[in-house]
Structure formats: structure tokens, C-alpha cells
């Protein structure tokens, strides 16, 4: 079976996405770390990670993922919406999985990183940075 080229584009795509994704998400859980040890609640945490892991977060895909010819001004635009979902499926999944589920904060995080990057990578191909196929 041959691969096409628009499959071998999507992988590209996708492990451009998962190192951009990957800095991000450092950036979010040192940001967690940092703020439990300074003894914040840990969701408080979770949700202030999230947001400064959204900022880093949008640079990357803009310039190294999606490689968009969007104005800055349509992505942010698209972005922030799409910010808005991801930071409040991250409380809520956060919030449901840190004490019933796992005890420990990192992996209640690990659980709800795994859910929101799959949102994300959807928003942002789809609405955020509307990538092509060819991408």
C-alpha cells in the first residue's frame, strides 16, 4: 500500500503540532509546579498554567505548526475563542479528576493534557490557523 502524500503531509503536521504542543504544555506544568510549591490550590494553578502555556502555545503553532498566512489579527481572532474552550475543558477536567480520580496533582494533569491536545489540534487545524491538506 502506497502512502500518499497528503498522509505523510498530515504526519508532518501533526509531529510539528505535538513539538509545539510539547513546549507549551512544559511551560503550563513548570507553571503548575511552580505555583503549587508557592502553596497556590492546585486547579488555581492548573487554570494560571494553562493560560501562560496559551500564549507560548499560540506563537509556536502560528509560526512553526500551521506555518499560517492568516493575519495575526484573524488568528487571535479565532484563537481566543478556541483558547477559551481548551482553558475551561482543562479546569473542568482538572477539577473532576484531581481528588476523585488521581491524588496527585502532575497526574491529573497528564490525564487532562491527553484530552485537551486532541481539541486542540482539531481547533486549530479547523478554525484557528485553517490548515489544507496539503499544510
Do not use: C
Not at 497528503?6 to 512544559?26: N, Q
Not at 495575526?72 to 482538572?94: G, I
Not at 486542540?120 to 491538506?133: D, Q, T
Request: proline content about 3%; charged content about 10%; hydrophobic content about 55%.
Amino acid at each position: 500500500m502506497a502512502i500518499t502524500t497528503s498522509f505523510l503531509t498530515l504526519v508532518k503536521l501533526v509531529l510539528r503540532f505535538l513539538i509545539s504542543g510539547g513546549i507549551a504544555t512544559a511551560v503550563h506544568w513548570a507553571t503548575l509546579w511552580g505555583l503549587i510549591n508557592l502553596q497556590l490550590e492546585p486547579v488555581l494553578a492548573s487554570s494560571i498554567g494553562a493560560f501562560v502555556g496559551a500564549i507560548v502555545n499560540y506563537f509556536l503553532q502560528y509560526f512553526f505548526t500551521f506555518k499560517t498566512k492568516r493575519r495575526h489579527k484573524q488568528a487571535l481572532l479565532a484563537y481566543v475563542p478556541a483558547v477559551l474552550v481548551s482553558w475551561l475543558l482543562n479546569l473542568v477536567l482538572f477539577y473532576s479528576l484531581y481528588g476523585s480520580l488521581f491524588a496527585q496533582p502532575l497526574t491529573a494533569q497528564i490525564a487532562t493534557t491527553g484530552v485537551v491536545m486532541v481539541v486542540n489540534f482539531l481547533l486549530y487545524k479547523k478554525v484557528v490557523f485553517l490548515a489544507k491538506p496539503d499544510t
